[in-house]
């Protein structure tokens, strides 16, 4: 009976979860958050549906490929958004001075580059924290396939 009860709640909450995660990676240049702690809550999100159906379910929703490309791609999202600094005749991550809109005050695409800094560390942290839960777990080995 108590596994209903946490499934069925857990399949309620855990789409809120990730929506705010990404409300918290969207809004943090504008607000406390920003792209590692809504990582943390997206993360949280999948663990706890990992939890509540079992550890195999959870990694089917997100395997060790798609995981191992995420961290990757957030890795290089970073690295190639620092460098667009550089090629534009500035410093690494150079916001204003490379010549990026700062856009208007308060507004989503108001902090230049940081908004993509943030998705980048955002998509890194939750698929790290992912991977390493199921790594801790023995919900997959390093290799990826299932205990």
């Known amino acids: 009976m108590d596994d209903l009860v946490i499934r069925s709640v857990s399949r309620l909450v855990v789409p809120f979860i990730q929506l705010y995660g990404l409300y918290v990676i969207f809004y943090g240049h504008l607000s406390p958050g920003g792209g590692f ?5 997206v ?8 939890l509540s159906f079992n550890l195999e379910a959870g990694s089917r929703k997100l395997g060790h490929d798609v995981s ?6 957030g890795a290089i999202w970073y690295l ?26 308060g507004q989503l695409f108001s902090g230049g580059i940081i908004f ?23 919900g997959e080995d390093s290799s990826g396939s299932n205990n």
């Not at 702690?37 to 809550?41: E, L, T």
């Not at 993360?43 to 990992?50: K, N």
Request: zero cysteines; proline letters at 1%; a positive charge.
């Open 68 to 73: 191992s490309f995420m961290e990757s791609g």
């Open 80 to 105: 190639i958004i620092g460098l667009l600094g550089i090629l534009f005749g500035s410093n690494f991550l150079a916001n204003r001075y490379a010549g990026v809109s700062l856009g208007t005050p």
């Open 116 to 138: 993509f800094l943030s998705l980048g560390i955002g998509v890194k942290v939750a698929s790290t924290m992912i991977t390493l839960f199921y790594s801790l777990s023995g």
């Open 43 to 50: 993360a949280s999100s999948m663990i706890l549906y990992g």
């Open 37 to 41: 702690a809504g990582g943390a809550i």
